[in-house]
């Protein structure tokens, strides 16, 4: 199986605590520009927590690495005066893509407090100050947002904020193709034709991935749970399989006509690049 460019590749990175931590985020950042991917994303950490640290890894991984990238955005917690001028910073700096959030709730605060509730409102508001400079991402959850009431009104959010200005989609990551191909056929029937690409995380943990997977409602198939289970602490056993089963859904999806792949690095090169190896990806 071979993909050319028609296919968007992208890799996504959050902002580290420490110097050692940043270094390593820019040498697996230049290992990862080898193979020439449409674009990195930055995370943004609940509330804004990592405003500086996300804004000065974006310019960076732009500026140095040579890689264009896009830094998440999210409303909660900030002011529509301090997203305006992280928007100038980014503008001014040539960076063209942004995805926007409404973020994560910060410990202890009950609901969002910014000026901005929701993401339809922050995509609006990038539009209304930017006009077209940006190419707007929004976050999709094929199997339901963690905090959404039913299904269907997690759709409707959806087509809301896609409707609001976006220009296109990563999802959440999952590990069963089938949501995603349901997803995305509701959300063509309601309207919204923008690409939309799967978000993938390579498996290399078993016990990080099943706390992560569990908070953020990613369902991880009984038959996965069970094998990874069986492993134990056979690390080695562990990443052949998770290497396996990402590979299987990611030629799933490339197949069923998913527009492309969006990495889930947590700054690691090797768990990503091993399933784009397997795929013989061509770029």
């Known amino acids: 199986m071979s993909q050319t460019r028609s296919h968007s590749f992208s890799f996504e990175f959050f902002p580290t605590k420490t110097d050692a931590g940043h270094e390593k985020l820019l040498a697996t950042a230049r290992r990862l520009a080898e193979y020439k ?3 990195f994303s930055c995370t943004y ?15 960076q991984l732009d500026g140095e690495v040579k890689v264009s990238t896009a830094p998440h955005l999210s ?9 305006r001028e992280l928007l100038n910073i980014y503008k001014d700096a040539g960076i063209q893509r942004i995805v926007a959030l409404r973020g994560d709730l910060p410990s202890g605060m009950g609901m969002a407090s910014g000026e901005l509730r929701y993401a339809n409102e922050l995509v609006e508001f990038i539009r209304a100050e930017t006009g077209d400079h940006f190419h707007i991402e929004i976050a999709a959850y094929p199997e339901m947002h963690p905090q959404a009431r039913h299904f269907e009104d997690d759709l409707a959010n959806f087509v809301r904020k896609a409707k609001a200005g976006a220009d296109s989609a990563i ?13 995305v056929e509701r959300v063509r029937k ?29 369902e991880i198939p009984r038959w996965v749970r069970k ?38 690095t947590l700054n690691q090169a090797e768990p990503s690049l091993a399933v784009w190896e397997n795929l013989k990806l061509v770029r």
């Open 190 to 218: 309601l309207g919204v034709d923008m690409p939309i690409v799967p978000g993938i995380m390579p498996i290399t943990n078993y016990s990080k991935l099943a706390r992560f997977s569990d908070a953020c409602g990613a």
């Open 227 to 264: 094998q990874l289970e069986a492993y134990g602490d056979d690390i080695e056993s562990i990443q052949a399989f998770g290497t396996q089963v990402i590979t299987e859904m990611c030629e799933k999806l490339l197949a069923g006509g998913a527009p492309g792949l969006h990495f889930y």
């Open 171 to 183: 999802t959440q990551y999952f590990f069963n193709a089938d949501c995603y191909f349901y997803f």
């Open 45 to 59: 950490g609940a509330g804004g927590s990592t405003r500086d640290r996300t804004l000065n890894t974006v310019l």
């Open 75 to 83: 409303c909660v917690g900030d002011t529509k005066a301090e997203l």
């Open 37 to 39: 991917p449409d674009f």
